[in-house]
């Protein structure tokens, strides 16, 4: 069933400069909602680096990826942004009045007066093998992860990888399916010790493979593949295949926003640096995703951005009244949103 | 110092490197194919390189983590580096690499 929700603001992509978005809109009482392909707040902080130190935030003389997203979710508590994960937007209606419907592949349409693109890099989305014609067969016989197991029973499995997804469907599928070898380009593994001796009781047994090497070849047709050509130290071979499961981890790509009808430049969205409104009157966009001259990928640049973005939100959501600037430290119509007067 | 680089295409180019600079950073300064992703935290692997032969004792071998990284590229081979991961030293002024397929932008 379709969920509708109405809101002032849907912001796209839950990093630190669409979090901090939500703080500068919630001072403006702007209502924000939240959608983000990944499973939680943070983007590329959480999911690339969040162990790694920045050392270029103002104020923090170092901090952790993962710290600066907890504390920009601590700092945006006040105004209950909500969020909605797991999911991606997939398509943009601009509506008579001015306003936008925009849906989302988890069923929810959005009715909402202003957008905020803050997707970073784009969206995360599983890295493809460099093998020639892999996206004839892809969510046909190729697949980057397992929605429906019944998917993978019966059939000639090959796995490829060595982290965890590769070694937790290893072990997850090889009761159902007719044979699974798993393929890595070294026998190291970086998945939990337990599952790769798991699988290596198995490879004893006789009820799986596994073979060091690379896949280089696909062999099929119609979107269905019947072999897989690999390269391996011990020279090429090609194993009798029905499904291929490729684990390389996450890339982004721009993904849908190229279809949304905004101009774009080398892969990022042209902004004015006065408001950061696209070429789509109400649509804004800040953080790495956006170009404008003299454009610097920071983290802080994208605040500064979400700032100013939000003062030309306002005028667009509650057109006619009269915004007077105002400091946190100074304002008690502030302090009071933010729970501390 | 100079880096020469061949592109996924099979141009090459030659690039003027800055002592200390990454060498993923001059590739990326000069407009090759690299896509960098996560800007040298070593937590990508999309700046994948192939090191010449000749250079291949000079740069060393990969750390392990540098090897963890690469787990998440299907074309590695056995002169594969990170090339954020190569400082740029007069050691290796006229290195010779080549750009993974992996490295290239969508």
């Known amino acids: 069933m379709t969920t509708e929700i109405t809101t002032d603001v849907v912001v796209i992509g839950a990093g630190p400069c669409g979090l901090f978005a939500a703080f500068e809109l919630g001072l403006l009482d702007l209502k924000c909602h939240f959608i983000d392909i990944l499973d939680r707040p943070g983007g590329q902080c959480a999911e690339l680096y969040p162990e790694k130190p920045i050392y270029d935030i103002p104020g923090f003389p170092v901090v952790t990826g993962q710290q600066l997203v907890d504390n920009l979710m601590a700092q945006i508590a006040p105004f209950a942004p909500e969020f909605h994960f797991n999911r991606m937007v997939n398509s943009i209606d601009k509506q008579e009045d001015g306003s936008f419907k925009l849906a989302t592949d988890a069923d929810e349409i959005f009715h909402t007066k202003v957008i905020v693109i803050a997707a970073g890099g784009g969206s995360f989305q599983p890295k493809r093998p460099p093998v020639d014609g892999i996206e004839q067969f892809e969510n046909k016989s190729v697949f980057y992860s397992v929605r429906k197991m019944d998917d993978f029973r019966g059939q000639d499995v090959v796995i490829v990888g060595g982290g965890d997804s590769a070694l937790d469907w290893t072990l997850n599928l090889q009761p159902i399916v007719r044979s699974l070898t798993l393929v890595h380009r070294r026998a190291v593994f970086k998945a939990a010790p337990a599952s790769v001796n798991k699988m290596q009781e198995l490879v004893g047994e006789g009820k799986i493979n596994f073979l060091t090497g690379q896949i280089a070849k696909l062999d099929g047709e119609n979107g269905q593949i019947d072999h897989v050509h690999l390269s391996t130290d011990a020279g090429d071979l090609s194993l009798p295949a029905t499904r291929l499961l490729p684990f390389f981890g996450l890339t982004m790509k721009l993904g849908p926003v190229a279809d949304w009808g905004l101009e774009l430049n080398d892969n990022t969205i042209v902004v004015d640096t006065e408001k950061f409104e696209t070429s789509v009157p109400g649509i804004f966009a800040i953080g790495d995703i956006n170009s404008y001259p003299g454009k610097l990928k920071l983290i802080l640049s994208g605040f500064h951005e979400a700032a100013l973005m939000a003062q030309a939100a306002k005028a667009i959501v509650s057109p006619g009244e009269r915004v007077v600037f105002q400091y946190t430290t100074s304002s008690t119509k502030l302090q009071k949103k933010l729970g501390v007067a | ?106």
């Open chain 2, 1 to 106: 110092m100079i880096i020469h680089v061949t592109d996924q295409e099979g141009e090459s180019h030659e690039l003027e490197g800055l002592e200390g600079w990454r060498v993923m950073e001059v590739i990326r300064d000069w407009g090759l194919n690299i896509k960098a992703e996560c800007g040298g935290a070593l937590s990508c692997a999309t700046c994948h390189v192939y090191v010449d032969k000749d250079w291949l004792e000079i740069v060393g071998a990969p750390s392990d983590e540098e090897e963890d990284m690469l787990d998440s590229v299907g074309d590695v081979r056995s002169n594969s580096r990170l090339s954020c991961q190569i400082l740029c030293s007069d050691a290796v002024d006229g290195l010779k690499l080549t750009l993974a397929p992996s490295a290239a932008k969508d």
